[in-house]
C-alpha cells in the first residue's frame, strides 16, 4: 500500500514512516520543514542531534535498500499539495503535519493564529483534495486526548449516547480543549467528520495521548536515524522532560498539585496503532475515532516514578512544585476508554521500570546537548 506521511520530520511521523517502510509499504513524506525552523526562533534543539531529512532518508536506504519518497512544501499551499498528491498517489494519508505544542500555541496572538491557520487550513486543504482526486483514500489523523478536557464524567471514544426529554441519540463527545492548539484539533475533526458526512470520505481519527520515548527498531538502527527528543518548556513533553531532568541533576518540574492526569503511550505502541488504522480503514463516509494511549498517569505519579528510577541508578532526583503557567485543574476525574485499538490488535508496551532505566540512561548519554535556560517554562496562558 502507498502511505504518504505527512509531517514525516517530526517526533512521531518520522518514527512511523520508518516503521511503515520497515514493514513493506511503499512510504511518501510530505514535510515543510518548519520544526526545524521552530528550535531556531526559540533558540532550543532537540537533545538528540538530527540529520538533515535528504540525509536520514538516504541513510535509511543504505541500510536496508528500501526507499522513501520527500515532498517539501506546505499543505496550506493548496496548488502545491494537489501535485503533491497526483505525484504520490496514496492509498492512505497519515496526517501528522500540525503545530503540536499547546506553549507554543499560548505564546501570543501571533502564534495562536499561525497554529490555527497551519493546522486547520491545511487539514481542510487535504480533505477538499481528497473529495476533488483521492475519494476512496483513507485519512488517518492525529488527533488529541486533550480535545476531551477532564469532564467529571468517563470519556468515550469519540461519541456519546445521550437521553434528553425522552429521546435518545449518538452525537460526538462534548469538547473541552485547553489551549489553542487544543482548539485548532476540536476544529480539525469537526472538518473531517463535515466532509466524510457530506462527501462520502473515509477518516480515522486518532486522539492520542502523552508520548514518550524515543527508540523504535528503526530509529536505533543508526546515530543519522535517531530521533527528536525535546526537553524544552515548549514542545517537551512530560516524561521525556522529566527523565531529560533527571539525568542533568535538575529539579523535576511539576506544574501545581501534579495531580493532572493525563493519557499515556510509548512511541512504539504511537507507530503500531497507525499501522493498524491503516490495515482496517474506515467505511466510505465513516468518521472513526479511536482513544490512543495505553495508560493513565497524573503527572505527580510520573514524577514520583522517574524520581524512583532516578535514585536506583545512584542519580540524585528532586521534584519542584512549579506555579502553574497553564489554566487547568490541577485535580480532577479522568477515566477514559481505550478500548478499539486492542480490539484491532495492539499489544501495549506498558511503562517499565526497564523503560524509564533506557530513557534515564539516553538522556544521560546526551546530556552535554541539554542548555539549562531552556528547562523552566516561559509561557502563561493567564493576561500578563
Not at 517526533?11 to 514535510?31: F, P
Not at 434528553?164 to 492548539?181: A, F, V
Not at 468518521?287 to 528510577?309: P, W
Given at each position: 500500500?502507498?502511505?504518504?506521511?505527512?509531517?514525516?520530520?517530526?517526533?512521531?511521523?518520522?518514527?512511523?514512516?520508518?516503521?511503515?517502510?520497515?514493514?513493506?509499504?511503499?512510504?511518501?513524506?510530505?514535510?515543510?520543514l518548519v520544526r526545524r525552523h521552530w528550535d531556531n526562533e526559540l533558540?532550543?534543539?532537540?537533545?538528540?542531534?538530527?540529520?538533515?531529512?535528504?540525509?536520514?532518508?538516504?541513510?535509511?536506504?543504505?541500510?536496508?535498500?528500501?526507499?522513501?519518497?520527500?515532498?517539501?512544501?506546505?499543505?496550506?499551499?493548496?496548488?502545491?499539495?494537489?501535485?503533491?498528491?497526483?505525484?504520490?498517489?496514496?492509498?492512505?494519508?497519515?496526517?501528522?503535519?500540525?503545530?503540536?505544542?499547546?506553549?507554543?500555541?499560548?505564546?501570543?496572538?501571533?502564534?495562536?493564529?499561525?497554529?490555527?491557520?497551519?493546522?486547520?487550513?491545511?487539514?481542510?486543504?487535504?480533505?477538499?483534495?481528497?473529495?476533488?482526486?483521492?475519494?476512496?483514500?483513507?485519512?488517518?489523523?492525529?488527533?488529541?486526548m486533550g480535545e476531551y478536557g477532564t469532564p467529571n464524567i468517563d470519556?468515550?471514544?469519540?461519541?456519546?449516547?445521550?437521553?434528553?426529554?425522552?429521546?435518545?441519540?449518538?452525537?460526538?463527545?462534548?469538547?473541552?480543549?485547553?489551549?489553542?492548539?487544543?482548539?485548532?484539533?476540536?476544529?480539525?475533526?469537526?472538518?473531517?467528520?463535515?466532509?466524510?458526512?457530506?462527501?462520502?470520505?473515509?477518516?480515522?481519527?486518532?486522539?492520542?495521548?502523552?508520548?514518550?520515548?524515543?527508540?523504535?527498531?528503526?530509529?536505533?538502527m543508526d546515530e543519522l536515524l535517531i530521533n527528536r527528543l525535546d526537553?524544552?518548556?515548549?514542545?517537551?513533553?512530560?516524561?521525556?522532560?522529566?527523565?531529560?531532568?533527571?539525568?542533568?541533576?535538575?529539579?523535576?518540574?511539576?506544574?501545581?498539585?501534579?495531580?493532572?492526569?493525563?493519557?499515556?503511550?510509548?512511541?512504539?505502541?504511537?507507530?503500531?496503532?497507525?499501522?493498524?488504522?491503516?490495515?482496517?480503514?474506515?467505511?466510505?463516509?465513516?468518521?472513526?475515532?479511536?482513544?490512543?494511549?495505553?495508560?493513565?498517569?497524573?503527572?505527580?505519579?510520573?514524577?514520583?516514578?522517574?524520581?524512583?528510577?532516578?535514585?536506583?541508578?545512584?542519580?540524585?532526583?528532586?521534584?519542584?512544585?512549579?506555579?502553574?503557567?497553564?489554566?487547568?485543574?490541577?485535580?480532577?476525574?479522568?477515566?477514559?476508554?481505550?478500548?478499539?485499538?486492542?480490539?484491532?490488535?495492539?499489544?501495549?508496551?506498558?511503562?517499565?521500570?526497564?523503560?524509564?532505566?533506557?530513557?534515564?540512561?539516553?538522556?544521560?548519554?546526551?546530556?552535554?546537548?541539554?542548555?539549562?535556560?531552556?528547562?523552566?517554562?516561559?509561557?502563561?496562558?493567564?493576561?500578563?
Open positions: 500500500m502507498k502511505v504518504l506521511v505527512i509531517g514525516g520530520d517530526g517526533y512521531c511521523g518520522w518514527a512511523t514512516a520508518l516503521y511503515l517502510s520497515n514493514r513493506g509499504y511503499e512510504v511518501g513524506i510530505l514535510d515543510n533558540g532550543v534543539q532537540t537533545l538528540t542531534p538530527i540529520a538533515p531529512i535528504q540525509q536520514r532518508i538516504q541513510r535509511w536506504h543504505d541500510l536496508t535498500g528500501r526507499s522513501i519518497d520527500l515532498l517539501i512544501g506546505d499543505i496550506t499551499n493548496y496548488e502545491f499539495l494537489s501535485k503533491a498528491l497526483h505525484r504520490f498517489e496514496p492509498e492512505a494519508i497519515v496526517h501528522f503535519g500540525e503545530q503540536r505544542s499547546a506553549p507554543f500555541s499560548m505564546i501570543d496572538r501571533e502564534h495562536a493564529v499561525m497554529t490555527q491557520v497551519n493546522n486547520v487550513v491545511g487539514t481542510l486543504n487535504l480533505l477538499y483534495a481528497m473529495r476533488e482526486d483521492f475519494p476512496n483514500c483513507h485519512m488517518v489523523k492525529l488527533g488529541t470519556i468515550e471514544e469519540g461519541y456519546i449516547t445521550i437521553e434528553h426529554n425522552g429521546r435518545k441519540d449518538t452525537l460526538p463527545y462534548p469538547k473541552q480543549p485547553g489551549s489553542m492548539y487544543h482548539l485548532s484539533k476540536v476544529h480539525d475533526s469537526h472538518n473531517i467528520h463535515f466532509a466524510c458526512r457530506i462527501w462520502g470520505l473515509r477518516a480515522t481519527d486518532l486522539n492520542q495521548g502523552v508520548v514518550y520515548g524515543v527508540l523504535t527498531e528503526e530509529t536505533g526537553y524544552d518548556g515548549v514542545f517537551g513533553t512530560a516524561l521525556n522532560r522529566f527523565c531529560i531532568q533527571a539525568a542533568i541533576g535538575h529539579p523535576l518540574t511539576v506544574y501545581g498539585k501534579g495531580g493532572q492526569t493525563r493519557g499515556f503511550l510509548d512511541i512504539r505502541d504511537t507507530v503500531r496503532c497507525i499501522e493498524i488504522a491503516i490495515a482496517n480503514p474506515a467505511e466510505p463516509g465513516e468518521f472513526r475515532v479511536f482513544n490512543q494511549f495505553t495508560e493513565q498517569f497524573s503527572v505527580g505519579d510520573l514524577a514520583m516514578m522517574v524520581k524512583k528510577a532516578g535514585n536506583a541508578m545512584g542519580l540524585n532526583v528532586e521534584i519542584n512544585h512549579l506555579d502553574n503557567p497553564r489554566v487547568e485543574r490541577e485535580e480532577h476525574y479522568f477515566n477514559a476508554k481505550n478500548t478499539k485499538l486492542l480490539d484491532l490488535g495492539l499489544q501495549p508496551h506498558y511503562l517499565s521500570d526497564s523503560l524509564l532505566d533506557s530513557l534515564l540512561n539516553f538522556a544521560m548519554k546526551y546530556q552535554h546537548h541539554v542548555d539549562q535556560n531552556q528547562i523552566l517554562p516561559k509561557v502563561s496562558w493567564r493576561r500578563n
